[in-house]
């Protein structure tokens, strides 16, 4: 199945739990690239010899790549990790995640300004746009591990909201007209 993605309620209870709006109000895929933010089906079972993965990397320019385990036991400074990752921040370059096992979500802002929250899992390979506001978390089952992809040198930096005067930022809104 293609990866689901829905508009979160504003509870601010566990951050792993789903957080759906009752009824569901899905967000489709159609929306999300209407965001910028793209998504592709590969197999994780082989994706170190993936040619279609190597067709990708060739095609987008994807030199860099390295892969993150995202479990209390196998990543350094896991808590405070995590916490970063689930400020609402943006980045100069896209972020390129590939989910290798588990399962993790990501939450865009759509241009209303509401969380969609987007859950990956294994075989699902993502592209946020450079100024999108979003976030990170784990899911309930606490582990994932995910592929990062990167054009050239790899710039981690976040800056977390408010970050509406940056010129990435100001390109990006420009971009969903
Ligand atoms: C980010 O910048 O949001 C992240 O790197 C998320 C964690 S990587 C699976
Ligand atoms: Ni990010």
């Not at 979160?8 to 159609?30: V, Y």
């Not at 994932?144 to 100001?170: C, H, Q, S």
């Amino acid at each position: 199945m293609d990866l689901e993605g829905w508009y979160m309620d504003s509870s601010d209870e566990d951050k792993r739990k789903p957080h759906r709006l009752n009824p569901n109000q899905p967000a489709s895929l159609d929306v999300l690239a209407k965001l910028g933010v793209f998504y592709r089906k590969l197999n994780a079972d082989f994706y170190e010899t993936d040619p279609e993965l190597e067709q990708i990397r060739k095609d987008q320019g994807y030199s860099y790549m390295d892969i993150i385990t995202i479990h209390k036991d196998t990543l350094p400074a896991y808590e405070e990790k995590l916490k970063m990752f689930f400020e609402e921040h943006l980045h100069l370059d896209d972020e390129i995640r590939y989910i290798l096992d588990g399962r993790a979500y990501f939450d865009v802002r759509d241009k209303e300004d509401r969380w969609i929250r987007i859950a990956m899992k294994k075989g699902d390979l993502i592209t946020l746009p450079a100024g999108i506001y979003h976030r990170f978390t784990l899911d309930e089952t606490n582990y994932t591990k995910a592929m990062r992809l990167f054009v050239g040198e790899p710039v981690w930096k976040a800056y977390n909201r408010p970050a509406d005067d940056m010129d990435i930022r100001t390109k990006y809104v420009v971009s969903l007209q």
